[in-house]
């Protein structure tokens, strides 16, 4: 069964959607961006259950992601997942960035979820390019949707229209 992907600009915190990504920092503390937007979606609740996994387990490392109940989202689960800050290309961000596409995808498909939505991870604050952010971004996913067969539809929910034609021509055939 095929896998719909796609792109949509709009606040991830309103999505129908199993799942939605925070792009989070390594405390998994409320931010700016996207971030910010989601904690304030969700209630204070996310960010206690948040300060609970740092607690628990630590930091949450580039690369990695954890998840917590959506509270007062739509969403049933938010996966917080840590994507590289940005220098240059040299500090092996693109290892990175792919790395918490496919551990975020890991950890929504373990809670056999249909759908999910992803933001434009890292390209905010953290300064990753764009354009290479979101080829990176849907190969990842394409690659790695076989290992997680109960994802029927991926979204990216993008901000501007910048990110949104940059996924479009991601998601474009050849």
Same mark, same amino acid.
């Given at each position: 069964?095929? +896998?719909?992907? !796609?792109?949509?600009?709009?606040?991830? !915190? +309103?999505?129908?959607?199993? +799942?939605?990504?925070?792009?989070?920092?390594?405390?998994?503390?409320?931010?700016?961006?996207?971030?910010? $937007?989601?904690?304030?979606?969700?209630?204070?609740? @996310? =960010?206690?259950?948040?300060?609970?996994? &740092?607690?628990?387990?630590?930091?949450?490392?580039?690369?990695?992601?954890?998840?917590?109940?959506?509270?007062?989202?739509? =969403?049933? %689960?938010?996966?917080?997942?840590?994507?590289? +800050? %940005? $220098?240059?290309?040299?500090?092996?961000?693109?290892?990175? @960035?792919?790395? !918490?596409?496919?551990?975020? @995808?890991? @950890? #929504?498909?373990?809670?056999? &979820?249909?759908?999910? =939505?992803?933001?434009?991870?890292?390209?905010?604050?953290?300064?990753?390019?764009?354009?290479?952010?979101?080829?990176?971004?849907?190969?990842?996913?394409?690659? !790695?949707?076989?290992?997680?067969?109960?994802?029927? $539809?991926?979204?990216?929910?993008?901000?501007?229209?910048? #990110?949104? $034609? #940059?996924?479009?021509?991601?998601?474009?055939?050849?």
């Amino acid at each position: 069964m095929d +896998v719909d992907l !796609t792109v949509v600009e709009e606040d991830i !915190t +309103v999505l129908d959607v199993d +799942v939605i990504v925070n792009a989070a920092n390594e405390a998994l503390r409320p931010g700016g961006g996207v971030c910010g $937007q989601i904690h304030r979606a969700a209630g204070p609740e @996310l =960010a206690w259950a948040c300060a609970e996994s &740092v607690r628990a387990l630590g930091p949450c490392r580039t690369g990695k992601a954890r998840i917590t109940p959506g509270f007062d989202l739509p =969403a049933l %689960w938010v996966v917080h997942a840590v994507g590289p +800050v %940005w $220098q240059g290309g040299w500090a092996r961000e693109a290892h990175f @960035l792919a790395e !918490t596409y496919r551990y975020a @995808l890991r @950890l #929504a498909g373990s809670r056999g &979820v249909a759908t999910i =939505a992803f933001p434009a991870i890292s390209t905010g604050i953290f300064g990753y390019p764009l354009v290479e952010a979101t080829k990176i971004a849907v190969g990842t996913v394409r690659e !790695t949707l076989p290992r997680s067969p109960s994802i029927r $539809q991926v979204v990216f929910a993008t901000f501007g229209e910048d #990110a949104t $034609q #940059a996924y479009h021509a991601a998601l474009a055939p050849g």
